[in-house]
């Protein structure tokens, strides 16, 4: 039986027209869903027998499975980092090599890696942040900064990600920022997020740095008179050759989630 790695691969098998049949709101809360283990995919009455029993009748054997799989993805990631000249890529990546350890600022907090991939940090390590750091050090271009900001939809090898990084990372961000607009700064702040000044004239523009050579400038504007609040994030034009377009979208959906808890825990 073949597994999903992604709410991408879900998606692509649905007939994208949110006719709301598997009392879903539209066909990628669906994949979401099936992805995340949290439906089956004959709940849509649209897809064709033959992909269902290619993708198995509905049992949920997500959680094992995503944990086999994300333990394999480390594994395959450590193995790859043991060939990697540390010392040499350390300046490349915005970072320093001392101790013979790579360190890099993750949201402005030391996070070192050594060439078996140990890391040691005083940040809690959220498990969706270590593939792309491990990815970060292997592959990375490790291009200048251009300081030419750009939508996540104008990266070239981002754009198959672009409905659901809006859905699953903008949206997210914007409830939290309308939600609780003063705590949403500050959380921002609390990741060293760095202030830009008359950028779009903006009520919040800052800009934070989950990578050195990742930054996201958050640009939200508080609703007024007729006007509906806005939440928008811009990426260095140099983003995709600096990260795959799945570790955006995998850091872009995880701080959403993480601001969305803490604002939940402490907003
Ligand atoms: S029933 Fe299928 S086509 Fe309709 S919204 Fe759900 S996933 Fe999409």
Same mark, same amino acid.
């Given at each position: ?29 669906? #994949? ?23 993708? &198995? ?11 086999? *799989?994300?333990?394999?993805? /480390? ?5 790859? !980092? #043991? ?18 350890? @790579?360190?890099?600022?993750?949201? &402005? ?19 969706? /942040?270590?593939? +792309? ?9 490790? !291009?200048?900064?251009?300081? %030419? ?10 754009? *198959? ?7 699953? $990372?903008?949206?997210? !961000?914007? %409830?939290? #920022? ?6 949403? %700064? ?6 060293? &997020? ?16 989950? !990578? +050195?050579?990742?930054?996201? @400038?958050? $640009? ?7 006007? %509906?609040?806005? @939440? ?31 604002? @939940?825990?402490?907003?």
């Amino acid at each position: 039986m073949v597994q999903f790695n992604n709410t991408m691969e879900v998606f692509k098998l649905l007939e994208k027209t949110n006719c709301r049949e598997c009392n879903k709101p539209t066909c990628l809360a669906f #994949a979401a869903a099936v992805f995340q283990g949290r439906a089956h995919l004959n709940e849509c009455p649209h897809i064709d027998e033959k992909i269902i029993s290619k993708y &198995g009748n509905g049992q949920n054997t997500f959680e094992p499975k995503i944990s086999q *799989d994300y333990q394999k993805k /480390i594994d395959l990631l450590k193995g790859n !980092l #043991a060939g990697i000249d540390l010392p040499t890529k350390a300046e490349k990546l915005g970072g320093h090599f001392t101790n013979n350890k @790579l360190t890099i600022k993750i949201l &402005g907090k030391d996070f070192s890696v050594d060439s078996q991939g140990n890391i040691s940090t005083d940040i809690h390590v959220n498990s969706w /942040i270590t593939p +792309p750091v491990y990815n970060y050090i292997i592959n990375s271009s490790g !291009l200048p900064l251009t300081g %030419e900001w750009v939508s996540f939809r104008e990266l070239q090898k981002a754009m *198959d990600w672009h409905t659901f990084f809006n859905h699953q $990372c903008v949206k997210t !961000l914007k %409830e939290v #920022a309308d939600t609780y607009t003063n705590f949403f %700064e500050d959380i921002i702040k609390l990741f060293n &997020g760095k202030q830009v000044e008359n950028h779009y004239d903006s009520d919040i523009s800052l800009i934070i740095y989950p !990578l +050195p050579r990742l930054p996201i @400038l958050i $640009c939200y504007n508080k609703p007024e008179d007729e006007l %509906e609040s806005d @939440l928008n994030l811009f990426f260095d034009s140099t983003a995709d050759k600096n990260c795959n377009a799945e570790d955006i979208y995998t850091i872009g959906t995880g701080l959403a989630q993480m601001f969305k808890k803490l604002a @939940l825990t402490h907003g």
